[in-house]
């Protein structure tokens, strides 16, 4: 059944890929962009280009009724404390902006640095970008403490391949994980998009 998807960061490359096979998939997709230049390629007639800032409530609160589904992937361009704001301060606009709405489905990526690892490797970067680390969990707090049916789709580090393999944990990171493509990451957002019950409200991991 097509669907009505709402999609923040549609001009990121994860969300590129998402808002191209969502389309393809026969759904109707609404994307909102910083600027028109970022999606200036992408004519469709079942996509709607709404220039505006996914951080603001009220830009959130008259666009999101009429949506099945609201998807983020919206992400820091910048490992810095000012970017990484994005993740909650979006969360604080879109997740109000749902339950007044009575829109329901919220998928979201986040970090798979925000699950326990306990490597070197995920030591490390947790200290590299803390900004990140802290930003994400702020957001996953907002959302969780709604009554959304979300998944917030934690991804390890994400490369550009168009390898579709992937491993995903439900509540967890499968074991030594690689990075994994942003193409396999939209793939599963659509799979979620068109499932009937889907990963409600639970936490998954996405890994090579
Ligand atoms: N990169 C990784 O290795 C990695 C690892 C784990 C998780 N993730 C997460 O996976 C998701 C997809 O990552 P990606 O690398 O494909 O994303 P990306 O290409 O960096 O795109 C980020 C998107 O967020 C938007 N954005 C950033 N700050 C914004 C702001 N203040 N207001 C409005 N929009 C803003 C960007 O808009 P503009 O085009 O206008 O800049 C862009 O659409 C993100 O949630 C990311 O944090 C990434």
Do not use: N
Request: aromatic content about 4%; glycine content about 6%.
């Amino acid at each position: 059944m097509s669907k009505s998807v709402l999609l923040l960061g549609a001009s990121g490359r994860t969300g590129r890929l998402v808002l191209r096979l969502a389309l393809d998939g026969g759904h109707r997709v609404t994307a909102l962009v910083r600027s028109e230049k970022r999606l200036a390629d992408a004519p469709d007639s079942r996509l709607t280009k709404v220039v505006g800032e996914a951080c603001d409530p009220a830009t959130l609160r008259q666009l999101v009724p009429g949506h099945d589904v609201v998807v983020s992937t919206l992400g820091p361009r910048w490992p810095t404390r000012a970017a990484a704001a994005v993740y909650p301060d979006s969360a604080a606009a879109f997740v109000p902006a749902m339950e007044e709405a009575g829109v329901r489905r919220l998928l979201v990526t986040s970090s798979a640095l925000l699950f326990e690892q306990r490597t070197c490797t995920a030591w490390l970067l947790r200290r590299a970008v803390p900004s990140v680390v802290h930003g994400a969990a702020s957001m996953e707090a907002v959302v969780r403490r709604s009554d959304l049916d979300f998944t917030l789709v934690r991804t390890s580090f994400l490369d550009d391949s168009d390898d579709p393999a992937h491993r995903l944990g439900v509540d967890a990171l499968p074991d030594a994980p690689g990075s994994v493509s942003r193409l396999a990451v939209a793939r599963y957002l659509l799979s979620q998009i068109e499932a009937e019950e889907g990963h409600r409200r639970r936490v998954v991991g996405l890994c090579r």
